[in-house]
DNA sequence: TCTGGGGTCCTAGGACCC
DNA sequence: TCTGGGGTCCTAGGACCC
């Protein structure tokens, strides 16, 4: 007897700002944002119950955020406590099923099919959980319930803040057919408008149309839409089991510099140095990449990216480096003024290709230096060790930010 | 409104090969 | 000679997510 499925989506509440509450207790309950000071380039990360009510949301620039609520706190991000949270977060739901898949750093999907004479019946088994991880945490979570990832996604959503909802087998189409069509995950400002341009504006009117005229209309992508809006994981990110794992399959590092800038050597060391944290991840997850991106974008906001795939795999600093600046060089008219630069390494492969022999003892060698400057990174901090390049950079950038004189920063 | 950083997936065109 | 069709790889850009 094969019984439907049982999906459980799970999402932390304002995630990152209820752990910033857990270690300054002052503010809870008042407007606050993560993302960093109200005045710096940037965007909000994360907002509370309290500002979103100002019509502060994530995403937007920061400045906005202060026009809209003065008042607010803001406060830097804090990756390795979210990090943190999220592995105390995940052991918990270890408890309750294998088959989990954490979707982003603050939500996971269960399979819960089948635990029902072990766990009970899901309304019971979701408050278990809730209650594992709220006394285990004190973090508030919403969990959608439903027979797909993605109707099990829109509820969590609908139950938000700090709720439960199930939508029976069966009752999934009712239950879409009245919600706008940008609660369908997929469905962005883009698609909105284009939806909208034809006059479909909830899930429902997008459901009753017919699938030739999606698929006419928006391609391939149209007819997984067309499943979507019956609730169905058709096509796309959804179309997975559960807890398969997937490798990454792709590795980068970006920076905006806090002022446009057309310095060459800021500009070199910058490179420098995003090779330097790519090529460290490609070390730590033991692949070798092919491709190497660069990303650029102006004072015009206007972003270009150049790729180079490269005759045989490297996992080398140099090799990336020299490959990002050749980019850089052949696509950046000296002058001109860089607000972004960024590093991306894909197509990943287990092996290092290979020339020669006598490449190959050079590689050695290479491989070598790198292991021991991991290990000094791993010991003293990232900026112990660097191509000569990317040492100055860093000196550079902080010299540059400190010149700047920032409210509450430290002396230096 | 003046726009971060880390990702995934999709599309489309050109090169190249058979 | 002005010209098919399919497959694969590479590159660039863009929508979308948290």
Redesign the pocket.
């Known amino acids: 007897m094969s019984s439907v499925p049982t999906i459980f989506h799970l999402d932390m509440d304002a995630f990152f700002v209820s752990v910033e509450e857990l270690f300054d207790p002052a503010l809870k309950g008042k407007p606050v944002v993560v993302g960093g000071k109200a005045h710096e ?3 909000v ?1 994360a907002a509370s119950y309290a500002a979103r009510e100002f019509g502060v949301h ?2 937007m ?1 920061l ?2 955020a202060y ?1 809209l609520c003065p008042q607010a706190i803001f406060v830097e991000g804090h990756p390795d406590r979210y990090r943190d949270y999220s592995h105390q977060v995940r052991a918990i739901l270890e408890n309750f099923t294998p088959l989990i898949e954490m ?5 996971a999907y269960l399979d819960m099919t089948g635990t029902g004479r072990l766990l009970g019946p899901p309304l019971q088994c979701a408050h278990a959980l809730h209650q594992a991880i709220k006394d285990a945490t004190a973090l508030n979570c919403s969990i959608g319930i439903a027979t797909s990832r993605l109707v099990a ?1 829109v509820c969590s959503d609908q139950a938000k803040p700090n709720g439960i909802l199930w939508i029976y087998p069966g009752l999934e189409a009712r239950f879409l057919a009245p919600l706008p069509i940008r609660k ?9 408008k284009n939806l909208h341009a034809i006059g479909i504006h909830k899930v429902g009117d997008l459901a009753s149309l017919d699938e030739g005229v999606l698929g006419q209309r928006f ?3 149209g007819l997984a839409l067309a499943g979507k809006a019956r609730g169905e994981d058709a ?3 959804f179309d997975q089991d559960i807890g398969a794992h ?1 490798d ?9 510099f806090s002022i446009d800038t057309s310095d060459a050597e800021l500009i070199d060391s910058t490179l420098t140095r995003l090779s330097e944290m790519v090529a460290r ?1 490609l070390r730590e997850q033991g692949v070798h990449a ?2 190497v ?1 660069l990303k650029l974008r102006n004072r ?2 206007e ?7 490269l005759a045989r795999p490297t996992q080398l600093d140099i090799e990336i480096s020299r490959t990002i600046r050749e980019l850089f060089r052949e696509n950046w008219k000296p002058g001109a003024e860089i ?2 630069l ?1 590093v ?1 390494l894909s ?1 990943f492969t287990s092996e290092a290709g290979q020339l020669n022999l006598l490449d190959s003892a050079q590689d050695e060698r290479w491989r070598e230096a790198m292991r021991a400057a991991d290990h000094m990174r791993d010991r003293f901090g990232n900026s112990a060790v660097g191509l000569a390049a990317g040492m100055r950079g860093n000196f550079r950038e902080r010299t540059h930010e400190t010149l700047i004189p920032k409210p509450g920063a430290k002396k230096p």
Not at 184 to 192: F, L, N
Not at 248 to 256: G, L, Q, V
Not at 303 to 309: E, Q
């Open positions: 380039r940037g965007v990360s994530s995403a620039p400045r906005t026009k979707a982003s750093i603050d939500e996604k369908i995950p997929g469905v962005g400002k883009v698609t909105e391609g391939k992508w096509g796309g990110w997937a990454a399959k792709s590795i980068s590092h970006e920076h905006t991840r092919r491709t991106q015009a906001f972003t270009i990216t150049r790729a180079r795939t607000r972004l960024g991306q197509h």
